[in-house]
Nanobody
């Protein structure tokens, strides 16, 4: 299984970026998906998660109201729309997936995920 994340880059504070992550194998719609990030010198932290069916989502308090996670099961992709970016959002962003037996499960802890992408760097200049 491969997860390929893209969409990172350099943006000014207040700007927007859209990250996308594609899963290479079939049965994408059987996997809950999540985004995490890791800033230099810091632990990896939860950003957002979405259930198999896309109906349930969770966000870290730090980005509620600014970030939106979504998925397209027909295209095996999950996206993270990031708005009103701040310098503290600078990090490498990772997508992750886990098999979920139930349609509406969201996973907010990193240790629950089985597969990880390679990460895409987001740099927000102030």
């Amino acid at each position: 299984v491969q997860l390929q994340a893209c969409g990172g880059g350099l943006v000014q504070a207040g700007g927007s970026l859209r990250l996308s992550c594609a899963r290479s194998r079939r049965a994408f719609n059987q996997h809950a998906m999540g985004w995490f990030r890791q800033a230099p010198g810091k632990e990896r932290e939860f950003v957002a998660a979405i259930s198999r069916n896309g109906y349930n989502t969770r966000y870290a308090d730090s980005n509620k109201g600014r970030f939106v996670i979504s998925r397209d099961n027909a295209r095996n992709t999950v996206a993270l729309q990031m708005n009103s970016l701040k310098s503290e959002d600078t990090a490498v962003y990772y997508c992750a997936s886990k098999y979920a037996r139930l349609m509406d499960i969201v996973q907010v802890t990193a240790d629950g995920y089985s597969f990880w992408g390679q990460g895409t760097l987001v740099t927000v200049s102030s």
